[in-house]
Each structure stands twice: as C-alpha cells, then as structure tokens.
C-alpha cells in the first residue's frame, strides 16, 4: 500500500484534489459575480431609460463585459429581463418573510407584508419600471403573472383568519392594489402615506 492510498483511505484528499476544488469554487464565485453585475447593469439602465434602454450591447457596456459573457449567463435578452423581475421579486419576498416573522395571522400581518413589497419596490425602482413596461411582453408575461400569483397567494391564510370568505379572491384584490400603489409611488419617487393609510383602511385596521 502506498503512501498515496493511505492519504486517500484516511479520508484525506491529495493536495492536487483539493486546490482544484477551491479552483472551481473561485470560478463559481466569480461566474456568480459577473451574473450580478450584469442584473445591476439592467437595473440601472432600466431606472434610466425604461425597458427600451435594457439592449445587450448597453447591459454589457455599462458592466464592462464582453458580450460574450452576457450569453453565457443568459440565453437572450428576453431571459435576462426575466431574471432581472426573478431577482426582484426573490428579495421582495425575503423581505416579507423577514418583516411578518412570528406576527400572528390576520390584518396586521397582511398589511405589513404589503408595506414591505412596497418599500422594496421603491428601493429597486430600476426593476420595477422594467416589470411596468414589460407587462405589454407576451415573452415574458407568463412568468412575471406566477410571481404576481405566489405573492397575493401568500395572503390567502391571513384574509381567512380575518374572516373573509371569498379569501382567494380577497387576496387577488389586494395585491392588484398593492401593485397599484407602487405604482404611484414609482411615479411620486417616494412613499405615498396617504394611500398606504387607504390599504390600512381596507384591512380594517
């Protein structure tokens, strides 16, 4: 039995084995990197010239990238701007969960899940333009209307606790006024206090 045969037996990998590991985990990080340096490239051209101004050839001069390495993270321009309303909402839902954390079902719940969608709207105005604009895209309506349908979807329970019967079409109804007040809000470029009050209002809070 060989030296080499004991190190692998003992559980220990050769040293070769092990730097190509943290070789190919450097290349994922990086790979990771560039993807999100081109979704921030969008985002900032979108706030800046709406969904006309996300073209491949500006996203991968504004990340000083090749656009080469645009295709190998995206398949076309239309998965990107789709991947940019993912993101989006990935963090609109991170902060809704973060927010509603331990609170109990009902009202108060609700409406704080809907503050929170509304103040992270705001803080991604760029993405939020680009899903404005891109609801008129057949390429990419279906996928934008599901994350649209898990979001209201997360409401049904606390509407049922509160007594509604008709709970799914409850739901369905405030997240349509969600999305209209961060409408508002993006063409405002700010919070609107009065129409949160009127959400409020409609919780019966």
């Known amino acids: 039995m060989t030296d080499r045969s004991v190190i692998c037996l003992s559980g220990q990998r050769p040293a070769g084995i092990h730097f190509e590991v943290m070789a190919e985990g450097a290349r994922a990080s990086a790979a990771l990197q560039t993807r999100e340096a081109l979704l921030d490239a969008g985002a900032a051209l979108a706030e800046e010239h709406g969904l006309a101004g996300v073209s491949v050839n500006m996203v991968v001069a504004r990340a000083g990238v090749a656009k080469g390495t645009f295709y190998v993270h995206f398949k076309d321009r239309a998965a990107f701007v789709d991947a940019m309303h993912a993101r989006f909402h990935d963090r609109a ?97 700010h919070r609107l206090p009065a129409s949160r009050r009127a959400l409020k209002r409609f919780l019966g809070i």
């Open 93 to 189: 839902q991170a902060a809704v969960d973060e927010t509603v954390a331990g609170l109990p079902l009902g009202a108060e719940r609700i409406f704080r899940a809907c503050e929170a969608y509304l103040d992270v709207s705001l803080a991604n105005r760029g993405v939020k333009a680009l899903s404005l604009e891109a609801r008129s895209d057949p390429t990419l309506q279906d996928s934008m209307a599901d994350r649209r349908e898990r979001l209201a979807a997360a409401g049904v329970a606390d509407l049922k606790a509160m007594g509604w019967a008709e709970a799914e079409a409850a739901a369905q109804l405030l997240a349509a006024m969600t999305r209209e007040i961060s409408a508002l809000e993006f063409d405002a470029g």
